[in-house]
Nanobody, 124 residues
Framework: EVQLVESGGGLVQAGGSLRLSCAAS????????IGWFRQAPGKEREGVSC???????YYADSVKGRFSISRDNAKNTLYLQMNTLKPEDTAVYYC??????????????????WGKGTLVTVSS
């Protein structure tokens, strides 16, 4: 059974940093497309960063240069290092994977399995 469990969210001041973790089970994080998504109140869910099944990394324009995605295959865990956080980064952050394949890893509509999310709040 595929499971994704996010952690690391919290309250941080603008300019601060957080590192999110996504512990995966039921599959290996280096086999399939996997990524981070977020949803702010009243807004559509959006892709933040992902690693494709062939190892390429992608970032939304809004986070380029500030966020960094990585994975630890030994721990089967995905990470998102978030630096220079801004109030507009406030959202619930989700980890998701495309097990069926064929979808661009930043397109939330193509993801098959989702974690429950972790809340990130950035105060101004």
């Amino acid at each position: 059974e595929v499971q994704l469990v996010e952690s690391g969210g919290g309250l941080v001041q603008a300019g601060g940093s957080l590192r999110l973790s996504c512990a995966a089970s039921g599959f290996t994080v280096d086999d399939d497309g996997i990524g981070w998504f977020r949803q702010a109140p009243g807004k559509e869910r959006e892709g933040v960063s992902c690693i494709s099944s062939d190892g390429y990394t992608y970032y939304a324009d809004s986070v380029k240069g500030r966020f960094s995605i990585s994975r630890d295959n030994a721990k089967n865990t995905l990470y998102l290092q978030m630096n220079t956080l801004k109030p507009e980064d406030t959202a619930v952050y989700y980890c998701a994977t495309d097990q069926d394949g064929g979808s661009w890893c930043l397109d939330y509509r193509g993801m098959d399995y989702w974690g429950k999310g972790t809340l990130v709040t950035v105060s101004s």
